[in-house]
């Protein structure tokens, strides 16, 4: 090892040994609450009479904070585009000049009975998301995780682009219009409050929470999924 | 939190930290699939921590993204440094340092 390495070698220790030293004392000041805060018992005391979510997290996400959560999906949206844009330049259509490793036969027969049912859990995460922890970011990603296993079974697979930017940009499209349609009809933009609030703790409840997590879980695994299969089609950069 | 769980939970700590280390290169055989396998690790036992935490819509979040999509997205780019190397030369993973 040269001594230029090792003073960067160094230098990365002393970064790594500040920033250890700056959680420490945050560790060490560390006094737990004895009760909520203001605004934590606020959203305690009020989501289930007001959202009639029984997921606390769920409601501030898509209700009190919807317009924050609209902000992520959009980072999200660019994030995927711009995936998109960089990768578009290196895609070839002939893929039979890449010499791949051959599959294992364990991973082709498990990705054929998993796949579907890791999807499935997918969805029932995000149409369960003001129920039960998780929601339309999670039940994205994990839809994502059940084309990456399709992927990594069969590397030379294609999956549609237009059914993907087709399901990406109507669910778009549907948060969008709700969150216009609470501005008319309930308190303000994104206000989930369009629908009746139902019954604590049924599926069809907590006006439209359902339909926005939805929408915004089938947004999140069609980013990804269009991510994924734009990294996978790739041949150089 | 009661006895168990901070045992559990110091017995994570420990655990991560050495994944942490792996990861980084410092121990282990220092390559680099292990490496990534290690930064996976540290996400999924993460996870845990934030089970334990009573924050399970983190955890998730973290097992399906941190130690699932990021993982094998470093392994796909992985294979195309690899592969776009080995027109160039030979791979030697150790080349670098």
């Not at chain 2, 901070?6 to 700590?13: E, K, P, Q, S, Y």
């Amino acid at each position: 090892m040269t001594g230029k390495n090792m003073i960067k070698r160094l230098l990365a220790l002393l970064l790594l040994a500040s920033i250890g030293a700056m959680f420490a004392s945050l560790l060490l000041a560390y006094v737990p609450d004895t009760d909520l805060n203001f605004t934590a018992r606020y959203y305690a005391e009020h989501t289930a009479a007001d959202i009639g979510a029984a997921n606390i997290v769920t409601a501030i996400i898509v209700t009190y904070r919807g317009l924050d959560t609209l902000g992520e999906v959009t980072v999200l949206f660019l994030a995927s585009g711009i995936v998109g844009l960089v990768l578009s330049f290196g895609r070839k259509q002939n893929t039979t000049l890449r010499n791949l490793v051959p599959v294992g036969e364990l991973l082709t027969t498990a990705s054929q009975y998993l796949a579907p049912i890791i999807m499935l859990l997918g969805v029932y995460v995000f149409v369960n998301g003001h129920l039960t922890p998780g929601g339309g970011f999670q039940g994205g990603a994990i839809i994502a995780s059940g084309m990456l296993l399709l992927l990594l079974s069969d590397p030379l697979k294609r999956f549609s682009h237009t059914l993907i930017a087709t399901v990406e940009s109507f669910s778009g499209v549907g948060y969008i219009a709700l969150g216009l349609v609470g501005l008319v009809l309930a308190g303000g933009f994104l206000d989930s409050r369009i629908l009746p609030n139902g019954v604590l703790g049924e599926l069809i409840s907590a006006g439209a929470i359902p339909l926005i997590y939805s929408l915004i879980g089938l947004k999140v695994g069609a980013e990804f999924s269009s991510m994924l299969t734009s990294l996978s089609e790739t041949e150089d950069l | 939190m009661s006895g168990l769980m901070t045992a559990m939970t110091a017995v994570l700590c420990i655990a991560m930290l050495v994944a942490a280390l792996v990861a980084i290169r410092v121990l282990g055989d220092k390559s680099l699939p292990i490496a990534i396998l290690a930064a996976g690790l540290v996400s999924l036992l993460a996870s845990v921590l934030f089970l334990i935490l009573a924050s399970p819509d983190v955890a998730m979040t973290e097992a399906a993204i941190g130690s699932g999509l990021s993982t094998f997205l470093f392994f796909f780019v992985l294979a195309r440094i690899r592969s776009w190397e080995k027109g160039e030369r030979e791979y030697d993973g150790e080349k670098h340092d």
